[in-house]
């Protein structure tokens, strides 16, 4: 018998010269065989699909990049890592292992880094819901407090006054950086002289240690400049508790938010071509630090809550064509074995999807589904790919953040996790959910049990 | 506008299109080029020699390791795209 030739599906795409079209030139035809090593295909075929990936030594290269980074411009920085950006306990204890301390936003969270082993005075306590409970375990443990409001800050003092220890607390401080939106709903304000109230109150009272000043001026921040003026705010702050108070703040805390290389949805270039490197950010909060008059032994510490710019490119989705469809008016579109409900960040970004088969260098534009039975399910409103066919493999890039956290249990069961060690090795950190899982905590009243149909 | 139910066995390719090996395709009327894959270029020279469908997807499996089933839903998209693209009279 004769060998056959291989097949791909017939393509026929217009050329438009001279114009760009919509779907400009991403044209996102390479496929993505491995991953560290390891054939995604292998992975598929072991784990299920869809499946999610995390590469430990992209996050380990990531944080030393950082850390190394900020370490030489600024004499002392501590990194916290932001448990709601990935709080598995695997990628937490990457970061741990690295240095990292944890910042944490609900009980929860704070459970969970006590339980991975952080020390409570390693654990940066932020958010606006903390019961007087959770307030009393972080006194105990000496967390570093970081008060939101004013109603915490007179209970935080309450709670303080039966109490022979200080807790130790900074406040968060919310300003205009020039960017818009401005992050006012956490925290106390600057220009309006909020901050100084709460300061006052603070030092004046003396039922608590002020140790820091807490910013986060927002997420995905695509201009370094705005940093340079929150730190130059929070060092102006700093530097006239010292004059009035004689007293020292030990730390200064930037907050995250600095851009990770996805693409923001509707932006004409790509993200790893515009997005601010790491360097920039360094530069703007360094800078403003070093020149805002500190004594050179009273500089306070710098310390960086940055979530999605450490962890977004180590983490892919890997998923299995469905089908495909012709939409009524011409366009092709393809659904996947994942949507938005295991990829939130689906509504903010142009994720870059690849192929993994080597399909040609032929593209047509489609738009990627979800399975989910819901319009707002897209993955990709206009993509070029390759010709797509099912029982093909994608990946989805730049998912490291915010995904794994904020996915939905909806319709169907999320998927697994693995992660890939720095030997190329891979281990899972998080099995598929079951049905027995998801159903462990609900309860039937016993009139509803039995029926005929 | 796209036409779903068109039945496309009986519809004829546009008499003065080119196309070349490498699967450029150029509609002398309109002045608009198109880019075809291989299969893409295969399957539209199968249709230039009027072809019936049956004939198309017998002469590619023939040719190619993949099933009828296949064939014969790539073929109506591909033929429902030439009608879109308006390089089929309808
Ligand atoms: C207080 C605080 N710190 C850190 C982060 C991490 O932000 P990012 O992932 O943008 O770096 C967040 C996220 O919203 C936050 O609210």
Same mark, same amino acid.
């Given at each position: 018998?004769?060998?056959?030739?291989?097949?791909?599906?017939?393509?026929?795409?217009?050329?438009?010269?001279?114009?760009?079209?919509?779907?400009?030139?991403?044209?996102?035809?390479?496929?993505?065989?491995?991953?560290?090593?390891?054939?995604?295909?292998?992975?598929?075929?072991?784990?299920?699909?869809?499946?999610?990936?995390?590469?430990?030594?992209?996050?380990?290269?990531?944080?030393?990049?950082?850390?190394?980074?900020?370490?030489?411009?600024?004499?002392?920085?501590?990194?916290?890592?932001?448990?709601?950006?990935?709080?598995?306990?695997?990628?937490?204890?990457?970061?741990?292992?690295?240095?990292?301390?944890?910042?944490?936003?609900?009980?929860?969270?704070?459970?969970?880094?006590?339980?991975?082993?952080?020390?409570?005075?390693?654990?940066?306590?932020?958010?606006?819901?903390?019961?007087?409970?959770?307030?009393?375990?972080?006194?105990?443990?000496?967390?570093?407090?970081?008060?939101?409001?004013?109603?915490?800050?007179?209970?935080?003092?309450?709670?303080?006054?039966?109490?022979?220890?200080?807790?130790?607390?900074?406040?968060?401080?919310?300003?205009?950086?020039?960017?818009?939106?401005?992050?006012?709903?956490?925290?106390?304000?600057?220009?309006?002289?909020?901050?100084?109230?709460?300061?006052?109150?603070?030092?004046?009272?003396?039922?608590?240690?002020?140790?820091?000043?807490?910013?986060?001026?927002?997420?995905?921040?695509?201009?370094?400049?705005?940093?340079?003026?929150?730190?130059?705010?929070?060092?102006?702050?700093?530097?006239?508790?010292?004059?009035?108070?004689?007293?020292?703040?030990?730390?200064?805390?930037?907050?995250?938010?600095?851009?990770?290389?996805?693409?923001?949805?509707?932006?004409?270039?790509?993200?790893?071509?515009?997005?601010?490197?790491?360097?920039?950010?360094?530069?703007?909060?360094?800078?403003?630090?070093?020149?805002?008059?500190?004594?050179?032994?009273?500089?306070?510490?710098?310390?960086?809550?940055?979530?999605?710019?450490?962890?977004?490119?180590?983490?892919?989705?890997?998923?299995?064509?469905?089908?495909?469809?012709?939409?009524?008016?011409?366009?092709?579109?393809?659904?996947?074995?994942?949507?938005?409900?295991?990829?939130?960040?689906?509504?903010?970004?142009?994720?870059?999807?690849?192929?993994?088969?080597?399909?040609?260098?032929?593209?047509?534009?489609?738009?990627?589904?979800?399975?989910?039975?819901?319009?707002?399910?897209?993955?990709?409103?206009?993509?070029?790919?390759?010709?797509?066919?099912?029982?093909?493999?994608?990946?989805?890039?730049?998912?490291?953040?915010?995904?794994?956290?904020?996915?939905?249990?909806?319709?169907?069961?999320?998927?697994?996790?693995?992660?890939?060690?720095?030997?190329?090795?891979?281990?899972?950190?998080?099995?598929?959910?079951?049905?027995?899982?998801?159903?462990?905590?609900?309860?039937?009243?016993?009139?509803?049990?039995?029926?005929?149909? | 506008?796209?036409?779903?139910?068109?039945?496309?066995?009986?519809?004829?390719?546009?008499?003065?299109?080119? @196309?070349? /090996?490498?699967?450029?395709?150029? *509609?002398?009327?309109?002045? $608009?080029? =198109?880019?075809?894959?291989?299969?893409? %270029?295969?399957?539209?020279?199968?249709?230039?020699?009027?072809?019936?469908?049956?004939?198309?997807?017998?002469?590619? @499996?023939? /040719?190619?390791?993949?099933?009828? *089933?296949?064939?014969?839903? $790539?073929? =109506?998209?591909?033929?429902?795209?030439? %009608?879109?693209?308006?390089?089929?009279?309808?």
């Amino acid at each position: 018998m004769k060998t056959k030739k291989i097949y791909e599906r017939p393509l026929i795409k217009p050329l438009n010269s001279g114009l760009m079209n919509k779907f400009g030139k991403r044209t996102e035809w390479t496929p993505l065989t491995e991953i560290d090593g390891i054939k995604v295909v292998d992975l598929l075929q072991e784990y299920g699909s869809p499946l999610f990936v995390y590469s430990e030594k992209k996050i380990r290269e990531n944080y030393q990049h950082a850390k190394r980074v900020f370490e030489t411009r600024y004499p002392k920085v501590q990194f916290a890592w932001s448990y709601k950006t990935c709080y598995l306990n695997a990628v937490c204890d990457v970061y741990h292992q690295e240095g990292s301390w944890a910042e944490v936003v609900s009980r929860f969270e704070y459970e969970k880094a006590l339980k991975n082993g952080v020390p409570g005075n390693k654990i940066i306590f932020n958010g606006p819901d903390k019961t007087n409970e959770d307030l009393e375990l972080a006194i105990k443990n000496n967390s570093p407090i970081h008060i939101d409001h004013l109603d915490e800050l007179y209970r935080l003092n309450e709670l303080a006054a039966n109490l022979t220890k200080k807790p130790k607390v900074a406040i968060r401080v919310n300003m205009d950086t020039g960017i818009y939106p401005m992050w006012d709903r956490f925290g106390f304000n600057y220009e309006n002289g909020q901050a100084w109230d709460a300061i006052n109150k603070i030092i004046t009272l003396d039922k608590l240690e002020l140790v820091g000043l807490h910013t986060h001026i927002g997420t995905f921040m695509l201009t370094p400049s705005a940093y340079a003026v929150a730190a130059s705010k929070m060092a102006d702050l700093a530097i006239n508790i010292k004059k009035k108070y004689k007293k020292s703040v030990a730390y200064i805390d930037m907050g995250g938010g600095f851009a990770s290389k996805n693409t923001l949805k509707g932006s004409y270039y790509m993200g790893s071509d515009t997005v601010p490197d790491i360097e920039e950010y360094a530069e703007a909060i360094t800078s403003s630090l070093i020149n805002a008059g500190f004594d050179k032994d009273e500089m306070p510490y710098l310390y960086l809550e940055t979530g999605r710019a450490l962890i977004d490119d180590a983490g892919f989705l890997l998923g299995t064509v469905i089908a495909n469809k012709r939409l009524s008016d011409g366009r092709r579109a393809t659904i996947l074995d994942f949507g938005v409900n295991i990829m939130f960040t689906s509504f903010w970004y142009d994720h870059k999807i690849s192929p993994v088969e080597e399909l040609g260098y032929h593209t047509e534009d489609t738009t990627l589904y979800g399975p989910m039975c819901m319009n707002i399910d897209v993955v990709r409103e206009n993509i070029s790919m390759p010709p797509l066919s099912p029982g093909n493999h994608v990946v989805a890039h730049f998912v490291g953040a915010y995904n794994v956290t904020q996915s939905m249990q909806f319709i169907s069961l999320r998927p697994a996790i693995v992660m890939i060690d720095t030997k190329g090795k891979p281990h899972l950190i998080k099995t598929k959910e079951s049905l027995e899982g998801i159903q462990k905590d609900e309860l039937v009243p016993e009139h509803l049990r039995i029926f005929k149909l | 506008m796209f036409v779903s139910s068109i039945n496309t066995n009986i519809m004829k390719l546009k008499k003065d299109l080119a @196309i070349s /090996d490498s699967g450029f395709l150029f *509609n002398p009327s309109t002045g $608009d080029s =198109y880019s075809l894959n291989p299969i893409g %270029v295969e399957f539209f020279k199968l249709l230039q020699k009027g072809n019936s469908d049956d004939e198309i997807i017998s002469q590619i @499996i023939n /040719d190619y390791a993949i099933d009828k *089933n296949s064939v014969e839903k $790539d073929l =109506y998209d591909f033929k429902n795209l030439l %009608v879109n693209y308006k390089l089929i009279n309808a």
